[in-house]
């Protein structure tokens, strides 16, 4: 059985569309970042700092609708795994913060 994180990377990888060659033609991906904050409970402050995304990017892109800064599609992909398992990608920050070290 693959982890929670995993299955949910399947999923949103289902969603890119590719060229023969490899080559992303069209990605009908999006996310709304305010909603999967608020799905996880956590605040602004709390979400940047488990999921490290700086406090002011994410701030932008809960203004997204206001002409500020979008996700680039590896934000998206971090974003619909956080989505998919916000439990399990904490544990995953938690293990990058520990390599880092």
């Known amino acids: 059985m693959r982890p929670k994180s995993q299955k949910g990377l ?4 289902e ?4 060229e023969k ?21 956590l605040t602004q402050e709390q979400f ?12 932008n892109w809960e203004q997204g609708h206001r002409g500020k800064r979008k996700p680039t599609l ?16 904490a544990e995953q920050m938690t293990k990058l913060r520990k390599e880092e070290k």
């Not at 940047?48 to 701030?59: N, R």
């Not at 590896?74 to 990608?89: Q, R, S, V």
């Open 10 to 13: 399947d999923q949103v990888l």
């Open 15 to 18: 969603t890119v569309r590719v």
């Open 21 to 41: 060659r490899g080559v992303v033609k069209k990605i009908p991906i999006s996310v709304n970042v305010h909603g999967v904050r608020r799905k996880t409970g």
């Open 48 to 59: 940047s700092e488990t999921y490290m995304i700086p406090l002011a990017t994410l701030q």
């Open 74 to 89: 590896t934000a998206i992909l971090l974003l619909k795994l956080i989505e998919a398992d916000p439990e399990g990608m």
